[in-house]
């Protein structure tokens, strides 16, 4: 059985506070009413989309009452604008312990798919958060990091979607802090443990907020021995410091897709500590020398901020066909409708020298077309 609730969708511009409180009464006891009528009834996903703040014990109450029961799949999507500490503890089945916001813990051994979506101002990390769930296949987790990861069982993980944050201090002492200790290591928060935790996985996405927790919040980088995919999201103001590094330690890695091909640009621009080409023609080493990615999908390509951009686009893609040792296939999602674009870019990238390398089949998708080159 499968029970999903969304209470964006009894959600209104416009209604009274009075009227709001009313619905979310009337939600929170839909979903009782609901976990009462089928409580012998085995349960294989449970979704709970709290779009509005329904406070925590509601919540904890449902979580608890599912884990309780074995749940497969759970899915947590929750909005606050407040933060949740919680004295209660809850007893009974282990799964999840005292204060849930400030300080989680996930125990189980029937979880095979979680997602924990947790949407709040990020002022404070998590004193601590652990995961105990051995058998779990598929995670997808946003949220702001924690203190401290005291476990992170993830052996059997299969593929794994992060959006994970540093706080919004954390983010300048990272960026703008004159603090010689800070610039010296680089490091404001530690989340090594949870990714040591998932080094296991064999499909991982990053958003452009985990590459920046990768850069400042993890030492040292863990390898990555059984990862096939990679895929990132890109932000203009994120750096590709962890990206290079993540690559260094990813020896199996087959597909690497971006979301974007943008990045922030700095001093480190054209050294071995970015994936970017060098400003001067130099014998700069690259870990795209040794990378044994064989496909490479580019998404979002032509979506830019300035004209500038797509210059710099161009000039990375050639990049990575002239040092990728294995490419076999290069996909790019062009975004444009300007059938002529499309033609002269594919024409750009067949002229890219690969002398000594794996024959490339370059391939050139948008909305009107699909050409690529034999």
């Known amino acids: 059985m499968n029970l999903d609730f969304d209470d964006s969708k009894r959600m209104h511009h416009g209604v009274t ?15 009782d009413g609901k976990l009462a009528l089928h409580k012998n009834v085995p349960l294989n996903r449970f979704s709970i989309k709290c779009k509005d703040d329904v406070g925590p014990a509601p919540v904890i109450g449902w979580i608890t009452n599912v884990l309780k029961r074995r749940v497969s799949e759970l899915v947590l999507d929750i909005s ?29 051994t029937s979880l095979k798919r979680l997602t924990f979506r947790f949407n709040q101002m990020f002022f404070e990390n998590h004193k601590s958060v652990s995961f105990d769930t051995p058998n779990l296949l598929y995670l997808e987790y946003s949220d702001v990091i924690a203190d401290k990861y005291p476990k992170a069982n993830f052996d059997s993980l299969v593929e794994a979607r992060l959006d994970l944050q540093m706080t919004h201090d954390q983010i300048h002492k990272a960026k703008f802090s004159e603090d010689d200790l800070i610039k010296h290591e680089g490091m404001v ?48 103001l994120v750096g ?3 990206l290079t590094a993540l690559l260094k330690n990813s020896p199996n890695l087959e597909t690497l897709v971006f979301e974007g091909l943008l990045h922030r ?9 970015c994936l970017c080409k060098p400003w ?27 004209d ?24 790019i999602h062009y975004q444009t409708s300007i059938d002529e674009d499309v033609e002269e870019v594919l024409s750009q990238f067949q002229m890219v020298p690969r002398e000594g390398l794996t024959e490339c089949r370059i391939q050139v998708i948008s909305e009107n077309l699909d050409l690529s080159s034999n």
Request: with cysteine; proline share 4%.
């Open 17 to 31: 506070k009075q009227e709001r409180d009313k619905i979310l009464r009337c939600f929170i006891k839909r979903v």
């Open 80 to 108: 606050s604008c407040w933060d949740w500490p919680m004295s209660t503890a809850i007893d009974g089945c282990g799964t999840m312990v005292q204060e849930f916001w400030e300080s989680c813990s996930v125990s189980s």
């Open 189 to 236: 928060g530690n989340a090594a443990a949870f990714f040591i935790g998932i080094c296991n996985v064999k499909s991982l996405y990053l958003s452009d907020n985990t590459l920046e927790v990768l850069c400042f919040c993890c030492e040292p980088m863990p390898v990555f021995n059984n990862l096939i995919q990679l895929t990132v999201k890109t932000d203009r």
């Open 240 to 242: 590709w410091e962890s």
């Open 265 to 273: 640009f700095d001093m480190k621009c054209g050294s071995d500590e």
């Open 280 to 306: 001067e023609e130099e014998d700069i080493p690259t870990c795209l020398s040794s990378s044994p990615v064989k496909v490479l999908k580019i998404m979002k390509f032509g979506d830019i901020y300035e």
């Open 308 to 331: 500038e951009d797509m210059d710099k686009m161009m000039d990375q893609v050639e990049y990575f066909l002239e040092t990728m040792p294995n490419l076999e296939h290069l996909i």
